[in-house]
């Protein structure tokens, strides 16, 4: 087993756009266990103790390791240019615009076993991704509640480097759907919930906002309601902003932050579908018939 590790090929997960070759870089080196590994072998091979390489992982006396763990190897500094070199000797065509940012970290995944797996994932279960800046392989393999392999086998992709814009597809079986609304709401759909939230819920508290844009995901997630934002939100009589026509004021930086957690996923009202104002509420009978769940600033939030 000795000296295996430094033959094999090298799977890059972060790629920064900026600056240049030359930069310094902090690797990260990851290494995914193999069958028959031990940890005083892997320990022995990158050249430290057993206690370092535990304490770097967390692993206490009694863990086990499996096959496919991925063990975090610290204190590779000194082994820079050979890693540098072996990772650069990835990139296949040099016209590429790839570079790294000063004092960016980067990972490093070694996997003497790693093969493309196998896919066969329906295309209503896969989405269209363009890649932003810092993204990686490995980020988006833990967003997505899948692996490297899958994404890699999805998108035929020989080398694990990555380019500002380029479309992938990425797997959402694996996804709840809220999580897959997170991951696919637009830009213009972020903005209308915004000013939603603005229009209803801008003398709330910041809970309050939030509380309100967690009602229309919950109900663009239900069957009993409408399926997109707009046909949500422009339901008719369903909210005040849009009949009085706040819904077109435009939203302040406070509306954007309590949208982005509702679309995170934060949500103050355990599911409510409805919410109303005591106070100036048109049909309060109908709100006291239904099962409430929170009150927050001045609303009632229900089922």
Not at 87 to 94: A, E, G, H, V
Not at 186 to 210: M, T, V, W
């Amino acid at each position: 087993m000795k000296g295996k590790y430094f033959s094999t090929v090298f799977f890059v997960f972060l790629l920064v756009f900026s600056s240049n070759y030359t930069a310094a870089l902090e690797f990260k080196l990851v290494y995914v266990v193999q069958d028959g590994d031990t940890l005083s072998e892997i320990a022995e091979d990158f050249s430290m103790s057993v206690k370092k390489l535990k304490t770097s992982n967390n692993i206490e006396s009694d863990t086990v390791i499996k096959v496919g763990d991925e063990l975090i190897i610290p204190e590779i500094k000194e082994k820079n240019g050979n890693w540098e070199y072996k990772i650069f000797s990835d990139i296949k065509s040099p016209e590429e615009k790839l570079s790294f940012q000063t004092n960016s970290h980067f990972a490093v995944r070694v996997d003497p076993g790693f093969k493309l797996p196998d896919v066969n994932i329906s295309a209503d279960k896969l989405i269209d991704y363009y890649v932003s800046r810092g993204d990686t392989l490995y980020d988006l393999a833990r967003d997505f509640n899948t692996s490297i392999g899958v994404i890699m086998a999805l998108n035929d992709l020989q080398q694990s480097s990555l380019r500002i814009g380029q479309k992938i597809k990425l797997p959402v079986h694996n996804l709840t759907p809220h999580q897959i609304l997170g991951k696919t709401v637009s830009k213009q759909e972020l903005n209308l919930l915004a000013r939603a939230i603005y229009g209803e819920a801008r003398g709330e508290p910041f809970i309050g906002q939030i509380a309100v844009g967690a009602v229309i995901i919950n109900r663009v997630l239900s069957s009993q309601f409408p399926n997109t934002f707009a046909e949500v939100i422009y339901q008719n009589g369903q909210f005040s902003c849009v009949s009085d026509g706040q819904i077109n004021l435009r939203p302040n930086n406070t509306a954007f932050r309590a949208a982005r957690e509702a679309i995170n996923g934060k949500d103050p009202t355990k599911g409510a579908l409805y919410f109303y104002n005591p106070k100036t509420a048109a049909n309060k009978s109908w709100f006291k018939s239904r099962r409430v769940i929170v009150d927050i600033g001045e609303h009632v939030f229900t089922k």
